[in-house]
């Protein structure tokens, strides 16, 4: 896997998070991450302990386990995110959450870097109705002083995305978030950007948009492409009071002076079977 660095962080919320555990390891061949199936397998969930388990069969062989420790929120909700840069270009890394621990807010993913038959197969998995936007970003007044990196003749150009995703046992995508910076950069200023979003959610089984924005701006220091989407589902878990609630805060792509591209996916699955839900995120270049 390209290397990048991981790091943990949801500031709109004030949460920490941080990798308790990055581990290779060698289960069966093919499975939901590789071989020939897709996202659409689906998958089975059962419990051990605290742990909520969606079983997905086996499992690609190069993948790494990785632990995420999320935040508890005063109504008991877990506040989970991730995160991850790169000065280097990376392809495509796929994440998908195998466990959950609605009492410690620890989610398991399995993450492992994906070919281009691969990523483009996830891609087209994306099911439901959806806003796609594409524009040049809104330059915005810098703050502090840059300064430190040299400067690169000419400037040069590059693109960094991320898309955060939940995933029913059935195997629908149900909520979507997608964004896309591209910026100029010269190794001490960003000089231009242009940015993308896209969301969706399926209605065809209830879920319901309730609001979202999105930011695509740029300055000397950085562009960021982010995007915030929130959905309701009442049907998903019977009975009053169970409406069920996924919240990306800010999906977000952002792109650096010296060509580095920093991505996140903080997503939040709460109320009625929430539990049920599987997230899945892919960022690259």
Wanted: with cysteine; charged share 20%.
């Amino acid at each position: 896997m390209t290397k990048v660095k991981r790091s943990m962080g949801m500031a709109a919320v004030g949460a920490t998070f941080v990798v308790v555990t990055a581990t290779p390891m060698s289960p069966a061949a093919g499975g939901d991450l590789g071989g020939e199936s897709t996202t659409m397998d689906g998958f089975e969930v059962r419990t051990e302990g605290d742990w909520i388990v969606y079983d997905r069969g086996k499992l690609a062989e190069d993948g790494t386990l990785e632990v995420v420790q999320g935040e508890k929120a005063d109504d008991g909700t877990c506040l989970m995110g991730d995160s991850a840069s790169s000065r280097s270009n990376v392809g495509a890394v796929y994440g998908v959450e195998i466990e959950f621990n609605p009492t410690t807010c620890q989610s398991k993913y399995w993450v492992r870097e994906l070919t281009i038959d691969e990523r483009d197969r996830v891609w087209s998995d994306e099911v439901g109705p959806g806003v796609q936007v594409d524009a040049p970003a809104v330059r915005v007044p810098d703050v502090g002083a840059l300064g430190g990196a040299a400067s690169y003749l000419p400037a040069a150009t590059k693109s960094g995305w991320t898309q955060s995703w939940y995933e029913d046992p059935p195997g629908w995508d149900v909520t979507y978030t997608f964004v896309r910076t591209t910026w100029t950069y010269n190794g001490s200023c960003v000089s231009g950007a242009s940015g993308a979003q896209e969301h969706r959610h399926m209605g065809q089984t209830g879920w319901v948009l309730l609001g979202w924005d999105w930011n695509n701006v740029y300055s000397c220091a950085k562009s960021s492409s982010n995007i915030y989407a929130a959905y309701k589902n009442d049907p998903f878990c019977p009975g009053s009071g169970n409406t069920t609630y996924n919240t990306y805060n800010r999906t977000r792509a952002e792109g650096k002076p010296d060509g580095s591209t920093y991505w996140a996916w903080p997503a939040v699955k709460s109320g009625g079977c929430s539990s049920l839900l599987s997230h899945k995120y892919l960022y690259g270049n």
